[in-house]
């Protein structure tokens, strides 16, 4: 306990020297509408707090729904690479080819094939969650023990009882490994998606949306505090699956015993 | 009358796919009730007679028989014990215990009758709702010996099931192994890298030789029963440890390439 007090104390020293070192760029003159300070950015999050939620709160709507069905999807497509050794092989590289398709190249197309809203924004993120949703699942069930099948082999298990208690339940912590990168990379995903699909509901737009709006405006300070919540709501996107990991499989599973790394 | 014996190897050979000949040739009877016990240099394929024996994988000549039939078809009389616990690590000790007799679709009731018995018959009561990281070495191998007991097997096939812990744990669990096998009379295959494991436990041991592995010598115990923590301070169990040692070395200083 103590020790997390001490990791949770030098954490606000480190962001307080940050802070420190940004608004004495302010100080030494640079002019605002390049670096505006953090004041003036805490007074732009104060003004602009209502437009700035509702833009967090499209982009995660987004996001979440990208990675929900990248997990769902992912999942199968595991499963059938588990089962089908050929399929594994053919279409193993795709996935890896799938994973290094620059996604703002990706985006555009999209966008011709879904139109401008929600759906685009949204497959955007899926695009980009489906690659180590697969990867890791995949590696997951295939990565059983000889021994632990032999042992199955000996009580007579079927097939579908090796899958639900031998192979889905080890492949479970290689899938919150999946889902714990994508899970960042989701708001990533949705936020590139928001660049060029604008507004998911009309007159309004997610965090990738206000962020064009915004420069064109030259609203630096704005512009600041959007990129903020961007990388907070990814933040959070990413704690959140971890303690939903930690949650789930802390009773039994070595690599959760401790929250925080020695 | 002529009983079946519970094991019989009749002029088997195993030829891996590409690989050499693990075994070549081997016949070995082993009738109910007896403990046997391979030993043999490493890679004699010691393991791979125990898999065959348990139908986990086809010889590639010559037959084996368990209770006169095939053995992939007398999966229900056999238990298999692996060197490591091979538990579950995301079922508790008392759901690693009944895992085989949940995939063998038991009733709930008698499910639970069953394990929670195994599991004070081998002193894990207290241990029922842990999960496995939390248990030592031994305790896990309990563990896996209660799980491959519960289901009342006649044979119990192990494959250096003590290899792993230390010589006190490992010594607890020899005379413990053998207060089971009093009460439950199954017949054993054992196999082993210690000579004085062998001897303790076995009323025969089978000394192999590798490359292609083959039975080298057949050395009956005749050491009293029951057999205690005494057993091993007395000279009869000395003198027995040194000659199957000799067969041992002998074998081992045969075999074309020593690894
Ligand atoms: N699945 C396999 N495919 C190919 N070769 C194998 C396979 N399993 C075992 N072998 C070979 O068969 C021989 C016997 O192996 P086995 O594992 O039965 O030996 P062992 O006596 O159990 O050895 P150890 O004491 O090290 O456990 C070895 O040469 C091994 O390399
Ligand atoms: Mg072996």
Redesign the interface.
Request: aromatic fraction near 16%.
């Given at each position: 306990m103590k020790r997390h007090l001490w990791f949770a104390l030098n954490s606000l020293i480190v962001l307080g020297v940050l802070l420190l070192i940004w608004q004495s760029g302010v100080w030494l003159g640079v002019p605002p509408y390049m670096l505006p300070g953090p004041l003036v950015v805490g007074e732009a999050v104060v003004n602009r707090f209502p437009s700035l939620i509702r833009s967090l709160w499209l982009t995660s709507e987004a996001a979440a729904l990208g990675l929900g069905a990248s997990i769902v999807v992912g999942v199968a497509i595991a499963l059938a690479f588990a089962q089908w050794r050929w399929l594994r092989c053919l279409l193993f590289p795709y996935t890896i080819l799938l994973q290094t398709v620059p996604i703002v190249a990706i985006a555009p197309l999209v966008l011709m094939w879904a139109g401008n809203g929600l759906l685009s924004v949204a497959l955007v993120a899926f695009i980009i969650c489906l690659p180590p949703i697969i990867a890791n699942t995949t590696q997951g069930l295939i990565s059983v023990e000889e021994n632990f099948l032999h042992l199955f082999l000996m009580h007579k298990a079927t097939p579908v009882q090796v899958l639900l208690h031998l192979r889905l339940p080890h492949a479970l912590p290689h899938l919150f490994t999946g889902i714990r990168i994508s899970a960042g990379i989701s708001v990533i995903g949705a936020i590139t998606g928001e660049l060029f699909a604008g507004s998911s509901r009309v007159g309004e737009g997610g965090l990738g949306y206000s962020i064009l709006y915004a420069s064109g405006q030259l609203e630096t300070d704005y512009l600041f505090a959007l990129v903020l919540a961007a990388s907070a709501l990814g933040f959070c996107f990413f704690f959140a699956t971890m303690f939903l990991e930690w949650y789930l499989l802390h009773d039994w599973h070595e690599a959760n015993r401790s929250d925080i790394p020695e | 009358m002529v009983t079946t014996p519970e094991i019989a190897i009749d002029q088997v050979s195993k030829q891996f796919r590409g690989g050499s000949l693990a075994l070549d040739n081997v016949s070995l009877t082993v009738e109910k009730g007896e403990f046997v016990s391979l030993l043999g240099p490493s890679g004699c394929g010691k393991s791979t007679l125990l898999?065959l024996v348990?139908g986990?994988t086809p010889a590639t000549q010559g037959t084996i028989t368990v209770n006169g039939i095939e053995p992939a078809n007398a999966?229900?009389l056999?238990?298999?014990i692996?060197q490591?616990a091979?538990l579950?690590?995301?079922?508790t000790v008392e759901q690693n215990v009944g895992?085989?007799l949940?995939?063998?679709g038991v009733a709930r009731p008698v499910l639970e009758k069953s394990v929670n018995a195994m599991l004070s018959l081998v002193g894990l009561e207290n241990l029922a709702q842990r999960?496995?990281?939390h248990l030592s070495g031994g305790m896990k191998m309990r563990v896996s010996i209660a799980r491959a007991l519960v289901?009342r097997p006649r044979i119990l096939l192990l494959d250096e099931p003590f290899a792993a812990l230390d010589e006190m744990s490992r010594d607890r669990l020899n005379e413990e192994l053998l207060r089971l096998y009093a009460e439950q009379h199954w017949t054993v295959l054992f196999v082993t890298h210690s000579v004085a494991e062998a001897v303790f436990l076995s009323s025969r041991i089978v000394v192999l030789a590798p490359h292609p592995g083959r039975v080298a010598h057949v050395v009956p115990i005749d050491l009293p029963w029951p057999r205690t923590a005494d057993t091993r301070l007395s000279d009869a169990f000395d003198e027995q440890v040194t000659h199957v040692s000799r067969l041992l070395r002998s074998v081992q200083a045969a075999a074309p390439e020593a690894r």
């Open positions: - | 898999r348990s986990l999966r229900e056999m238990s298999f692996f490591d091979t579950l690590p995301w079922r895992l085989g949940e995939l063998e999960y496995p990281r289901s």
